[in-house]
């Protein structure tokens, strides 16, 4: 039998960026937090996949408000264009709008998400779950973000910052 | 064949363990199609990769067999912006060719006017559209074929980006799906694609 597997790191204690290899995948578990440094370094031309597993239990209370992933661990006033369709128990909707940073989620979020770092071309798309909040459990959620710069260099995958209290694990698996 | 001998063939660009008698652990192990001209049976676990440069269509040349199931990605490395692409649409042609209205396609997309969707009868399957970051998963059955899609559109008015969410069904059921195809662009493109096979 034949299997498929990325060799892993864990950067769950890390405390500098490590440059992720094509065929690597970084595991981060985080507890009760609120900001997740990913310290991964990133490099023109890579591509990667992830996923955020949240911990926290299932209910209908909290904040439905953004997880934010901040390229270089900052924002970019103006810069970032994203558009979400959305159906959560009361709505079927869907905006277009401009951020500082890229919106992958909302509330506890349970994500897939594929991310391009070209200098000419900078997105990411993800699929979520959404819950914790009083319409959201479940959301169904897609979500895609350009970054509208074609010229700025994105050399640290960033942090992730959620809008309540988070636990869980993500994983960060590089494609090329 | 034996493990072994499918990993050689597949030259692989990482390392190789041997955990036990009856397991080999593969890191990433990648295939560069690129430059081929002939179809290449990807075996499960192996991903092919394909850059392209400038072109409008882009034969993967990649053998499948029936009960197959792939992951495909489409990595464009086309400036971002809201124009130099073609309101065009992406298609991926099974065994690199047509088959009038014998697909059908459910979609719905997101763009800077508003929310849209459709469904309708094409000869190929859909994958994108203009300039598009493409997640897909494709089901060769005989009797069931199938691929879903996830995208960001970009390089026409209303985009940079579009969200677009994409199933195309094959009604055929009795066709083999033997070659993967070629992805044909709407414009000439530039980018890189991964195929995983998983099953």
Known sequence: MITRRFTRVDLTNATEDYLLKVGEEAYISFSSITTLPLKIATENDSYYESYLIPSNAGTLSGHS????????????EGQINFTYIFRNRDVFSSTYE??????????????????????????VRSIADSY??????????????????????WISLGTIVFPMTTSGEIIVRRLM | MDPIAVAMLANLSVDVKKLNENVLQLNFPTVDLSSTTTDYL???YIAAVINFSDVNNVPLHIATPADSYYELHIIPSNTGGTSG????????????????????????????SGFSHDYKCISAFKTGFAFSAVTAWITNRTQYKNIRTIVDIYGIPSSW???????????????????????????????????????
């Open chain 1, 132 to 153: 914790g909040a009083i319409t959201n459990y479940p959301v169904i959620v897609e979500i895609s973000n350009d970054w509208r710069n074609t010229t700025n260099e």
């Open chain 1, 98 to 123: 401009t951020s500082p940073h890229f919106y992958i989620g909302g509330g506890y979020a349970n994500i897939s998400m594929w991310i391009i770092n070209r200098k000419q071309y900078k997105n």
């Open chain 2, 161 to 199: 980006p579009i969200i677009g969410v994409a199933s195309t069904d094959w009604r055929d059921t009795t066709t083999p799906w033997t070659s993967l195809g070629t992805i044909v662009f709407p414009q000439n493109s530039s980018g890189t694609i991964i195929v995983f096979r998983l099953r």
């Open chain 2, 42 to 44: 990807l075996q499960p």
């Open chain 1, 65 to 76: 408000t953004r997880v934010k992933l901040l390229p270089n661990n900052t924002e970019y």
């Open chain 2, 85 to 112: 692409a073609t309101n065009g649409e992406i298609y991926l042609l099974p065994n690199n060719t047509t088959y009038t209205n014998a697909f059908w396609v459910a979609e719905y997309w997101r763009d800077s």
